[in-house]
């Protein structure tokens, strides 16, 4: 089993910046893809980042150049560094662990607005 959480998240104003942990427990391997994702309110959830065990990462057009993904694998925790924001990043961001199958945390609100 996996079990993921996630913190860091809260009200923000356009232009401010947030920094989201995840912190992964259970049956961990260091070298599995971990990620983030997002899901606004009436809308899909949908995927904003990923870095694999190596930490090679890829992102999300409408996020690249002002979130950065970073993950410590002694501490079996991934970041998502949030720049830049703005009110369209409002969402619950979601920490997710491949093995075989996606593993999700319980998701942390994020709030972007004057």
């Known amino acids: 089993q996996v079990q993921l959480v996630e913190s860091g998240g809260g009200l923000v104003q356009p232009g401010g910046s947030l920094r989201l942990s995840c912190a992964a427990s259970?049956?961990?391997?260091?070298?599995?893809?971990m990620g983030w994702y997002r899901q606004a309110p009436g809308k899909q959830r949908e995927w904003v980042a990923t870095?694999?065990?190596?930490?090679?990462?890829n992102y999300a057009d409408s996020v690249k150049g002002r979130f950065t993904i970073s993950r410590d694998n002694a501490k079996n925790t991934v970041y998502l560094q949030m720049n830049s924001l703005k009110p369209e990043d409002t969402a619950v961001y979601y920490c997710?662990?491949?093995?075989?199958?996606?593993?999700w945390g319980q998701g942390t609100q994020v709030t972007v607005s004057s």
């Open positions: 997710a662990y491949n093995k075989g199958r996606l593993y």
């Open positions: 259970g049956s961990i391997f260091s070298m599995n893809v």
């Open positions: 870095i694999t065990g190596d930490g090679m990462s």
